[in-house]
């Protein structure tokens, strides 16, 4: 009888196990993960040509050219990806830039034209579309090169502009050089 007695206490510690721990539990049929990543907010930055030649010409005449492309890289992610690019000179001279060794930023004439590439949404507007709508540099005031308006998230801008040196009649001759700056906001 010691065997029924040890029988009985085993089954009975079974049946109490199977109390505590339940019925098996059943299987999820679905399972949610949180997934999460980050867009990184980069810059917003201007390039243009380093240097640029314009040509020759003689005193009292019109020289000009394009000073090669200018590219606004707008990596912000912003909801409002609007910016404004500006252009500003300094006054071109040669020798000991004496008056007749001087043609004033004044006197030089920009348009940007239009785009020749554009990435990303919104309204990218040139500063001056065509030669009828160039406007005088200044050395502090800046002129409009071009805009970008409204869309969101990157997007970019290039245009090759065109300075027109109106050459004063009393210049000397030389090479003149001056500096002009693109920037953005």
Same mark, same amino acid.
């Given at each position: 009888?010691?065997?029924?007695?040890?029988?009985?206490?085993?089954?009975?510690?079974?049946?109490?196990?199977?109390?505590?721990?339940?019925?098996?539990?059943?299987?999820?049929?679905?399972?949610?993960?949180?997934?999460?990543?980050?867009?990184?907010?980069?810059?917003?930055?201007?390039? /243009?040509? @380093?240097?640029? *030649?314009?040509? !020759?010409?003689?005193?009292?005449?019109?020289?000009? $050219?394009?000073? +090669?492309?200018? &590219?606004?890289?707008?990596?912000?992610?912003?909801?409002?990806?609007?910016?404004?690019?500006?252009?500003?000179?300094?006054?071109?001279?040669?020798?000991?830039?004496?008056?007749?060794?001087?043609?004033?930023?004044?006197?030089?004439?920009?348009?940007?034209?239009?785009?020749?590439?554009?990435?990303?949404?919104?309204?990218?507007?040139?500063?001056?579309?065509?030669?009828? /709508?160039? @406007?005088?540099? *200044?050395?502090? !005031?800046?002129?409009?090169?071009?805009?970008?308006? $409204?869309?969101? +998230?990157?997007? &970019?801008?290039?245009?090759?502009?065109?300075?027109?040196?109106?050459?004063?009649?009393?210049?000397?001759?030389?090479?003149?050089?001056?500096?002009?700056?693109?920037?953005?906001?």
């Amino acid at each position: 009888m010691r065997f029924a007695k040890i029988f009985v206490v085993g089954a009975a510690a079974a049946a109490a196990a199977v109390a505590l721990t339940g019925m098996p539990a059943a299987a999820a049929p679905t399972d949610d993960t949180e997934v999460t990543f980050e867009i990184l907010a980069g810059t917003l930055d201007i390039t /243009a040509p @380093a240097t640029a *030649d314009l040509g !020759t010409g003689e005193a009292g005449t019109v020289i000009d $050219g394009q000073i +090669g492309p200018v &590219t606004v890289d707008d990596s912000r992610a912003e909801p409002d990806a609007s910016w404004e690019a500006t252009v500003t000179s300094t006054d071109f001279t040669t020798g000991t830039a004496t008056p007749t060794e001087t043609v004033l930023a004044s006197q030089v004439d920009y348009w940007s034209g239009p785009a020749t590439a554009t990435t990303g949404n919104g309204t990218f507007t040139p500063g001056q579309v065509n030669a009828a /709508a160039a @406007a005088p540099l *200044d050395d502090t !005031t800046p002129l409009t090169a071009f805009t970008h308006t $409204g869309g969101t +998230g990157n997007n &970019t801008a290039t245009w090759n502009p065109t300075l027109e040196v109106n050459v004063p009649l009393a210049n000397v001759a030389g090479v003149y050089t001056g500096t002009v700056t693109h920037s953005v906001a």
